[in-house]
């Protein structure tokens, strides 16, 4: 199952992106799912998860009261809305299925089987 992930662009500190994930094939209503980023340099890290019927959100510590996720499973699509970018947000971001309902903030990458192909975040100083 492939996941389609846009949204990404350049934009300046301070700005807002909003990202969006979708499967327009196989619906993933009843996994969780979660956003990751990976910066140059830098390993993959997990942004936020959010569980099947959206009940559930987690954040990284380092996103808190800036970013959102939501989900519309009636259009099979999940978002990420980010606020008061930083140019250290600047990163490659990835959404993914988890294999089960709930996710839980996991970093774990072997636990979602379901991949995007990313988007390319980049933010100015």
């Known amino acids: 199952v492939q996941l389609q992930a846009s949204g990404g662009g350049l934009v300046q500190a301070g700005g807002s992106l909003r990202l969006s994930c979708s499967n327009s094939r196989r619906t993933f209503s009843n996994n969780a799912v979660g956003w990751f980023r990976q910066a140059p340099g830098k390993e993959r890290e997990i942004v936020a998860t959010?569980?099947?019927?959206?009940?559930?959100?987690d954040y990284a510590d380092s996103v808190k009261g800036r970013f959102a996720i939501s989900r519309d499973n009636a259009r099979n699509t999940v978002a990420l809305q980010m606020n008061s970018l930083k140019p250290e947000d600047t990163a490659v971001y990835f959404c993914?299925?988890?294999?089960?309902?709930?996710?839980?903030?996991?970093?774990?990458?072997?636990?979602?089987?379901?991949w995007g192909q990313g988007t390319q975040v980049t933010v100015s100083s």
């Open positions: 959010i569980s099947w019927n959206g009940g559930r959100m």
């Open positions: 993914a299925a988890h294999r089960s309902s709930y996710s839980r903030l996991s970093n774990n990458p072997a636990q979602y089987p379901y």
